[in-house]
DNA sequence: GCCATGGCTAGTA
DNA sequence: GCCATGGCTAGTA
């Protein structure tokens, strides 16, 4: 089955967030076209990181915060950004004031 | 039915 | 901590 538009938007708007800079799952959804989207975002992390060779790494929650678990890869990602001079606070918190990827506004100023 | 979300609510401290 | 969200996948008919 084809990849919908979407899923297709999804890949190349996680391709465009550049070193040392992070975005949301609703940030990239709403990017990608649909706001309500985050949870197709986590689907297309999971499903493509790999084989498409996105930096699925600079992909956080809202917060700011790795959702990954202890095991499941919060380490290999925290590395992933520390090495790229993102930095977290003591909580394992990104400043997305300093961090975050603006995204398009960029284009649009 | 799954999911590495997000938003909102109830219920503690 | 609950539940709506939405595209995809596995597994059935």
Sequence with gaps: MARS???????????AI???KVSTYGEVAELA?????????????HSCSETEN???HRVVN????????PFDG????KEL?????VEFDDNDQ??????????????LC
């Design 5 to 15: 538009v979407f899923t297709v938007r999804i890949i190349e708007v996680i391709r």
């Design 18 to 20: 550049p070193s040392g």
């Design 33 to 45: 076209g649909n706001p309500q989207g985050a949870r197709q975002v986590v689907r297309v992390l």
């Design 54 to 56: 996105l930096p699925w």
């Design 62 to 69: 809202r917060l700011g915060r790795i959702a990954l678990g």
């Design 74 to 77: 919060f380490d290999r990602q």
């Design 81 to 85: 950004l520390e090495a790229e001079s």
């Design 94 to 107: 990104i400043d997305l004031n300093r961090f975050r990827w603006r995204g398009d506004l960029d284009a």
